[in-house]
């Protein structure tokens, strides 16, 4: 698990991610053509009150999920 800084809304956070979900987000972010702090940002407006690793994480699974035929 690795802390990674980042900045949303003008606020410097932490996010504490395994380097596999780090990675997924970074393919996530890649695949739709914008930046990683693009992303975070709209996963953190659409998080309700999941905490926001826990909804990268949840971001990232949906990711891959959708990319396996028949789902």
Do not use: C
Request: aromatic share 6%.
């Amino acid at each position: 698990m690795k802390k990674h800084s980042v900045t949303i809304a003008g606020h410097r956070t932490s996010i504490s991610l395994e380097e596999e979900f780090w990675q997924g987000l970074k393919d996530l972010a890649r695949d739709r053509n914008k930046s990683l702090a693009d992303i975070i940002r709209q996963i953190d407006r659409d998080r309700g009150l999941n905490n926001l690793s826990s909804a990268i994480r949840i971001a990232v699974l949906d990711y891959y999920k959708a990319q396996i035929p028949g789902k």
